[in-house]
């Protein structure tokens, strides 16, 4: 099994707008980075949540065999989703402590699937606060957005 570091952000012009996924996928022997990778991209009409869930997804989609992983996003969103509200969303058929469905059912659903696939743990990091790889990846994010008003 290998071990991942993996940054991940998302951004959106307006909310819903057109908007921008990231992710740095490393990978460490010991404390050393053996291989760095970056990802991003956009979509036309989204919401910034689902663009952090984005990023997520296509990071974990990247990895081609059982993975040692640990996703650092600035989203209290996804992190609280992940950590906190997923198992009761699933044992209550979906639907949110307000017994309203979940947003954005889909992918969450597929991230459920993914962290089932690897041993996954979830690090919240301040964003902004000048982290050199969270600033990296909402580059990265807001450059999948500009991708996006490009075509």
Not at 42 to 65: F, P, Q
């Amino acid at each position: 099994m290998s071990n991942f570091v993996v940054y991940t952000d998302g951004a959106c012009s307006g909310n819903p707008g057109p908007g921008g996924w990231a992710a740095i996928l490393m990978a460490k022997s010991a404390d050393k980075i053996i291989q760095r990778k970056e990802i991003f991209g956009g979509e036309i009409d989204t919401t910034n949540n689902r663009m952090e869930l984005t990023a997520v997804i296509k990071a974990l989609s990247a990895l081609n065999k059982k993975t040692t992983i640990t996703i650092v996003s600035d989203s209290k969103y996804v992190i609280n989703g992940i950590t906190k509200w997923l198992n009761g969303w699933k044992k209550n058929d979906w639907k949110n402590a307000s017994n309203k469905p979940v947003k954005n059912v889909d992918l969450w659903q597929k991230l459920d699937e993914l962290i089932r696939t690897h041993s996954v743990t979830f690090e919240w990091v301040k964003g902004h606060d000048n982290n050199e790889e969270n600033e990296r990846a909402d580059f990265l994010a807001r450059s999948g957005i500009s991708n996006v008003n490009k075509s």
